[in-house]
């Protein structure tokens, strides 16, 4: 994947416009755009004492984020978790960033540095949106994926880890308590399938990354955004002359 293609052409511009997020904007009308700002070293810190308030975290992203053709609320969740990591990659202009995982092999705490480029996106494989699922004779659900206001809701209610709750949530043409009830009673082996294909169809996001274990040298794939996963901007420079900083005082400084 072409650099240019995802964080735009140049990181030091006050915005940048994202050309190709995981959802290939096919989530929003045609002639939408989403543009992002770094951020700034307040915001960073704030970010990071925010990291265990989940909604907090979404809001700060946001808060850098404009968009055209649509509410910003009805960015897909894997587009603002992607940007989130661009929003912070270019406030230190690197290209890379690093991985934290346990090595599920031998449990040691490994730290790879990967570039943006080696990233590898799954993408919306239905044509067009929103999918429509013939539920019963009388109902149809009309479902698109999973939006940022969408997982707040999920969020509020504190079921992010109910996967019926994040189905239901993929229904916009019924409330969420009704939704739930239909896709919890689904039995019909037909409709069971169809629902599963729902769920692939809409799915997108970053493929998980292959990582080497530096102590016992195996590989294992390390799912990206997971919470378990820390993902950090990376500078090469990391180790180099720090020109802005000194150490001690002396007569100039
Ligand atoms: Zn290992």
Redesign the pocket.
């Known amino acids: 994947m072409e650099l240019e293609n995802i964080i735009g052409n140049d990181l030091n511009s006050p915005e940048i416009i994202v050309i190709n997020p995981p959802s290939k904007m096919k989530a929003y009308p045609a002639g939408s755009s989403i543009r992002y700002k770094p951020y700034k070293f307040g915001e960073i810190l704030k970010t990071s004492q925010s990291k265990f308030d989940k909604s907090g975290w979404v809001k700060s992203i946001l808060e850098g984020v404009t968009v055209e053709g649509f509410d910003k609320l009805d960015m897909t969740y894997q587009d603002l978790l992607f940007i989130g990591l661009l929003r912070r990659m270019s406030t230190f202009n690197t290209d890379s960033f690093s991985l934290s995982y346990t ?1 599920p ?2 449990n ?1 705490k ?1 730290r790879v540095v990967k570039k943006l480029q080696d990233l590898e996106f799954y993408d919306i494989e239905a044509e067009a949106l929103p999918i429509i699922v013939e539920y019963n004779e009388s109902i149809n659900l009309i479902c698109m994926p999973l939006t940022v206001r969408r997982w707040i809701e999920l969020n509020e209610i504190d079921k992010i880890d109910d996967r019926v709750a994040v189905f239901a949530m993929l229904v916009t043409n019924y409330p969420f308590e009704e939704a739930y009830k239909l896709v919890d009673d689904a039995k019909d082996p037909d409709l069971v399938d169809a629902l599963s294909d729902v769920d692939i169809l809409l799915g997108h996001g970053v493929n998980p990354v292959n990582c080497t ?1 530096k ?2 040298k ?1 590989s294992s794939m390390v799912k990206f955004f997971s919470p378990e996963v820390l993902i950090d901007p990376f500078r090469e420079s990391e180790g180099a002359p720090r020109s802005r900083i000194r150490f001690g005082l002396s007569p100039d400084s």
Request: charged share 35%; glycine share 0%; proline share 0%.
């Open positions: 090595c092999e031998c040691a490994v274990c102590e016992c195996k």
